[in-house]
């Protein structure tokens, strides 16, 4: 539990319990040592009882008439609340009353707390050898009793007072510690999200201060790392592109010329073989089958390597291409598409790479997904380009979301300072992709290879 309390609870709460036991403390204190030191200050007084009822006793058996004289004593006692003369078979309250002080009436919980002893010492009267009654010392513990309530209220309100002004420092001091620790905390996430240019803001104490600024310099570090690791990225991905136009052009140049001209040879076979002669005829109607779907699929092979219309026919068009080509593979498929004509205006590595999602996309769907439906939204603004496919297909497996395929395409955004998303919401599957689309991701294949 001490584990998930923040910082300022931890400093708050001791101090807050060290308070409380300080009062807990006092009161003991109180208590102990208040009734002792009332005890203490009434002897003088139990004394000066005990010499009036000597005194008293002295008079009345050497007085002709005792009785006269015990009613002048009591009448010169008055009304005094300290000796007082109790007449036999009556009852005398000797309990203090209610205490009044400028701030009010002292609490009840207060007087039993001090543990006022009991003052009612009595010393007996006698008149001709009969008792009488009593000489009582009952002293007025008002004024005690107040000035000890105005000492706890003074050691009270000192505690609650240094209590605050406490409280109140170490909030300071946790929140001049706590707000640079939360701004490092902040960046450490930023550069774990990628985020290396907005850099931490020294401040604080000198050790955060000092993590602040150790943090900085791992940030620029690692912002230059991932800077040439996108750099070498699209070199790869350049390479990579230029070693596929080279095994395009040589499959359509030297196996493209050998299938047609096997597929014509086999046409012109056919018409020289007699009708007669089933059995050869069908042999050559399984060749020129066998030359047509090898040509299919380097048609295919070339799609997959090379897409050959962007440039020709612009981006836009090339991926309606695409997406006919997936309807005619798979007829029961229903393709909807979005396609932002602005799209035509992007070039270079980033309009291959928009190209090269979507058709990994498409593909997985053609070969996994099962789906119904599928749906292609491309959008371009000033920031970025935005493409996403999605389906009503099975998703992808628990174990296993990156294929080969999809891995390609997560190193060719990443290259481009973008970001690859697979989503499986309201039973759809969507991989939606963002890349840059400032000039430097416009014109990054060109500026390589000058």
């Not at 000890?148 to 007072?161: H, P, Q």
């Not at 597929?263 to 076979?269: C, D, F, K, P, W």
């Amino acid at each position: 539990m001490w584990e998930r309390l923040s910082l300022r609870t931890r400093l708050l709460l001791p101090l807050g319990l060290m308070f409380v036991a300080a009062l807990l403390a006092g009161a003991v204190s109180l208590q102990i040592f208040a009734s002792a030191h009332l005890v203490e200050e009434a002897q003088p007084g139990t004394r000066s009882a005990r010499t009036v009822a000597a005194a008293l006793n002295a008079a009345l058996g050497a007085s002709a008439n005792p009785q006269a004289t015990l009613e002048a004593f009591v009448q010169s006692l008055g009304t005094s609340e300290t000796i007082r003369f109790r007449r036999l078979g009556t009852d005398l309250d000797v309990h203090p009353p209610e205490v009044q002080t400028p701030l009010g009436t002292v609490p009840e919980w207060f007087v039993h707390l001090l543990a006022i002893p009991e003052f009612g010492t009595a010393f007996p009267v006698m008149v001709e050898g009969k008792q009488v009654g009593d000489i009582i010392f009952a002293p007025d513990m008002s004024a005690d009793i107040y000035e000890k309530w105005i000492g706890f209220l003074a050691i009270a309100c000192s505690g609650i007072v240094l209590m605050l002004l406490t409280g109140a420092i170490a909030h300071f001091t946790v929140r001049s510690a706590l707000v640079p620790l939360q701004n490092l905390g902040d960046g450490l996430t930023r550069m774990r999200t990628g985020n290396y240019e907005q850099l931490i803001s020294p401040a604080g104490p000198p050790e955060v201060r000092r993590s602040a600024q150790e943090a900085n310099e791992l940030a620029r570090t690692l912002n230059r790392l991932s800077q040439d690791n996108r750099s070498l990225l699209r070199r790869i991905m350049s390479l990579q592109d230029d070693e596929r136009q080279d095994m395009a052009r040589e499959l359509h140049d030297e196996l493209g010329p050998l299938l047609f001209g096997i597929r014509a040879n086999t046409v012109a076979l056919l018409e020289t073989i007699p009708s007669a002669n089933a059995e050869l005829r069908s042999a050559a109607d399984g060749i020129l089958q066998s030359v047509e779907t090898l040509q299919q699929a380097n048609r295919r092979i070339l799609d997959r390597l090379r897409p050959l219309y962007i440039q020709e026919l612009g981006l836009e068009k090339s991926i309606q291409t695409l997406l006919r080509n997936a309807k005619a593979q798979s007829p029961d498929l229903k393709v909807t598409s979005q396609i932002d004509a602005a799209l035509n205006e992007v070039d270079g590595l980033l309009s291959q790479t928009v190209y090269r999602v979507i058709q990994e996309a498409v593909t997985n769907v053609l070969r996994h997904a099962k789906a119904k439906s599928m749906h292609v939204a491309t959008g371009i603004n000033e920031r970025e380009v935005i493409v996403e496919v999605s389906d009503d297909g099975i998703g992808f497996p628990a174990d296993r979301v990156f294929g080969r395929g999809l891995t390609g395409m997560l190193e060719r955004v990443r290259a481009l300072s973008g970001t690859l998303e697979l989503l499986r919401e309201a039973g759809r599957t969507s991989v939606r992709c963002r890349l840059p689309a400032g000039d430097s991701a416009s014109h990054s294949q060109h500026a390589e290879r000058g």
